[in-house]
Structure formats: structure tokens, C-alpha cells
């Protein structure tokens, strides 16, 4: 892995951590929530993941970006569905998320080994 991915998994994991140690029962059950959301029912993950990432574009938050981004390598995303789903969140989104698409870009390369 490259060291924007280890950069990024690396804190997530220690805030997380650290978050945890405190928290109450209702952050405990959103985070709960999150992971249960993104498991397979009607939709599979891997369209859950794009539909995670689109969201995320379009609400310009790096770090759910990168989340998602990760978790649609995991389910196997290729890179002609990636480019779909970068389109999409481009459109929906505005110009307003081209900033975020070449990080996202960036990162997807990095998963892919580009």
C-alpha cells in the first residue's frame, strides 16, 4: 500500500480506537448502524460502496471519500465503473467537486497500484 492509504487507514483506526473509549451507547449504535448499512440485502456492497462514494463526493468530505474509495477496491470496482461513478458524482455535485475528484483520483490510483 501506498502512504496515503496507510496515512489514512492508520489514524482512522487510532481515532476510532480512541473514540470508542468514551463513547456512549448512541454513538456506539451509529457507528453500529454504518457498518450494518453497507452490508449485503437488497443492494450487494460493491453498490452500496458506489452509492456511498457518490454521496460523499457530493457532500465534499475527504475522508468519507477515501473510506469509500477503499471499500469499492475491496468490492472489486473496476476502473470503468469507477470513472461511471466519478461522472456521476461530478454531475450531481457540480464543479464544486472537481477538487475532490482529482484527490479521489489520486487515491484510486494509489489503491490500484497505478
Not at 31 to 59: C, I, P, Q, R
Not at 98 to 103: F, M, V
Request: charged share 25%.
Amino acid at each position: 500500500m501506498g502512504q496515503l492509504i496507510n496515512d489514512f487507514e492508520a489514524y482512522r483506526t487510532k481515532m476510532n480506537d480512541r473514540i470508542m473509549e468514551t463513547a456512549n451507547t448512541n454513538i456506539k449504535r451509529f457507528f453500529a448502524l454504518d457498518t450494518t448499512t453497507y452490508a449485503d440485502g437488497a443492494l450487494d456492497v460493491k453498490t452500496k460502496e458506489m452509492l456511498g462514494l457518490v454521496a460523499s463526493m457530493v457532500l465534499r468530505c475527504d475522508d468519507c471519500i477515501k473510506y469509500h474509495l477503499g471499500k469499492c477496491h475491496e468490492a472489486g470496482v473496476k476502473h470503468d465503473e469507477m470513472n461511471e461513478v466519478f461522472m456521476i458524482a461530478n454531475l450531481v455535485g457540480g464543479s464544486i467537486v472537481i477538487p475532490h475528484y482529482r484527490r479521489a483520483v489520486e487515491y484510486w490510483d494509489e489503491l490500484s497500484g497505478l
